[in-house]
């Protein structure tokens, strides 16, 4: 069945640093991909999503592209700051069926 | 404020008692959800409910029980839990029916199984 894969965590970084969280989903067909964010003592929000190949979905900083060819969606930010410090869970969903997350992965950003 | 609103926030009971968690949307969604989050674990979803009818339910155990009386409140009755069944429950709407990717959730009702 359709599984979607990301990088263990925690993620640890300093302030200004790069991001990277990977994902990598399996799926029969083509589904839609998605960005969820936790902070803590929250609920999950969508942070951004892609529902074709090639397109790129972005918010606050944050951007993922849909990559057919490696079926990976990965998300990156190019400078994180202390308030980007949450549970960030990779998600797919084909049409009719219900979300698909991963285990979602810890990042720490210290000033 | 969030549109999604679960009470309690944090529970906890023995596993001999009875108790509720509720959840209530002001967005005017159709389709609702219960989610279940653990340690370590992916999310799981245990319960969809699309225009008030339950369409999804993944096998999940007899001791959980949901009601959807309407549109905009959800329940998950509880009882005769296991302490493995500790964790948090999140709520959750979506907007186009069920099974879309967008959903909005509540902040959680953290549960605890003596």
């Known amino acids: 069945g359709d599984s979607v894969t990301q990088m263990e965590g925690p993620v640890t970084l300093s302030e200004e640093a790069f991001l990277t969280i990977n994902c990598t989903y399996t799926a029969t067909g083509y589904p839609s991909l998605f960005w969820y964010v936790q902070y803590p003592g929250e609920g999950l929000q969508l942070l951004l999503k892609a529902t074709k190949a090639d397109d790129k979905g972005s918010n606050k900083g944050f951007e993922a592209t849909y990559r057919k060819e490696t079926t990976s969606f990965h998300l990156e930010k190019g400078s994180v700051q202390v308030s980007d410090s949450a549970v960030y869970f990779c998600a797919s969903n084909q049409a009719g069926t219900a979300l698909i997350f991963g285990k979602g992965t810890t990042l720490s950003v210290s000033s | ?71 905009s409140h959800l329940f998950l009755h509880l009882h005769t839990l296991q302490p493995e069944d500790s964790a948090l429950y999140l709520c959750a709407s979506s907007r186009e029916g069920q099974n879309t990717g967008e959903l909005f959730f509540g902040e959680g009702s953290r549960l605890t199984v003596l």
């Not at chain 2, 989610?35 to 959980?64: C, D, G, H, I």
């Open chain 2, 1 to 71: 404020e969030t549109g999604v609103t679960q009470t309690p926030r944090h529970l906890v009971m023995g596993m001999t008692n009875k108790k509720s968690l509720k959840c209530e949307q002001h967005l005017g969604h159709n389709a609702m959800y219960w989610y279940k989050q653990s340690a370590k674990k992916p999310l799981e979803l245990m319960f969809v409910y699309s225009l008030e009818e339950r369409v999804e339910n993944n096998s999940v155990p007899s001791r959980f029980s949901p009601e959807c009386p309407n549109s």
